[in-house]
């Protein structure tokens, strides 16, 4: 079992991200908040930290 899913296990509950792969070897970002239920994906680590700031600016 992987880190990620083992993290999953232990806290469900807290704000998730992690780094993939797509099919053309491009990396990205994505992004899950399970409190809100709302996710995000990006190329950029930048986008994905602006957008956690949003998400608990309000």
């Known amino acids: 079992m992987g880190k990620f899913v083992k993290k999953l296990l232990v806290y469900p509950h807290e704000l998730q991200v992690w780094q993939?792969?797509?099919r053309h070897g491009?990396?990205?970002w994505q992004a899950?908040?399970?409190a809100t239920r709302k996710s995000f994906s990006s190329g950029s680590e930048t986008d994905?930290?602006?957008w956690i700031e949003q998400l608990y600016r309000y």
């Open 32 to 34: 899950y908040d399970p």
């Open 48 to 50: 994905v930290c602006m």
């Open 20 to 22: 993939k792969v797509d």
């Open 26 to 28: 491009n990396i990205y």
